[in-house]
């Protein structure tokens, strides 16, 4: 198929490696549309939640949908906020918190690498 609708009710929750404190939801696989690759997610950290470091070979982008978090890369720590997103390529070390008081709503897009 050339498309895939996913409505609220229907993302999939799925276990995140490395993470903790928090609803991890998959709204689209690649599977679901020809020739596709990316995935998207919607993850719930609460206060205190994240994901340990680690770096994984895709690249990705964070939106920050409510709340905040603090993302840790090897050369600062930058807090997020609503509204701010951060792109990453392949391989980038990073460590994830939510800092904040309120759980954090992050959309996550995941850009695997081409199959050879």
Known sequence: MGYKITRANEAVPYEAPGHFDVRTTRLHNPVDVNDGRLVMGLSHFLPGGGASKNAIPVE?????????????????????????????????????KNTGIVTTEMLVILLPPAQK
Do not use: N, S
């Not at 993302?71 to 509204?83: E, S, W, Y």
């Not at 792109?87 to 980038?92: F, L």
């Open 60 to 96: 990705f982008i964070y939106y920050i949908v409510k709340g905040e978090m603090t993302i840790t890369l090897d050369d600062g720590t930058f807090v997020l906020k609503a509204g701010d997103t951060i792109h990453c390529g392949p391989m980038t070390t990073k460590e994830i």
